[in-house]
C-alpha cells in the first residue's frame, strides 16, 4: 500500500502512466513500479548507496540501442 504515497512523485507518475500506456491493467502498473523500488532499493542495500529517486526514476528514457555490427 505504500506504493500509493509515491505516485505523487512526477517521476513514478510517469513510469506509472507509461506502464498503463503500454497496456497493463493498474495493479500490473503498480506492481511493476513497486518492483522498481524494490530493486532499486535493494542494490542501495547492497553497495552501501543512498537511494536517489533520479537514478532510480529518470525523467527521460534512454535512446534505444542500435545492436552492434558484426
Request: net charge positive; glycine share 6%.
Amino acid at each position: 500500500m505504500w506504493i500509493f504515497g509515491a505516485l505523487p512523485s512526477p517521476p513514478v507518475k510517469a513510469v506509472y502512466d507509461r506502464r498503463r500506456a503500454a497496456g497493463d491493467k493498474h495493479a500490473a502498473a503498480l506492481r511493476n513500479v513497486f518492483t522498481r523500488f524494490l530493486g532499486c532499493l535493494y542494490h542501495c542495500l547492497q553497495t552501501g548507496q543512498t537511494f536517489d529517486p533520479a537514478k532510480a526514476f529518470p525523467t527521460t528514457s534512454a535512446p534505444d540501442r542500435e545492436p552492434a555490427a558484426a
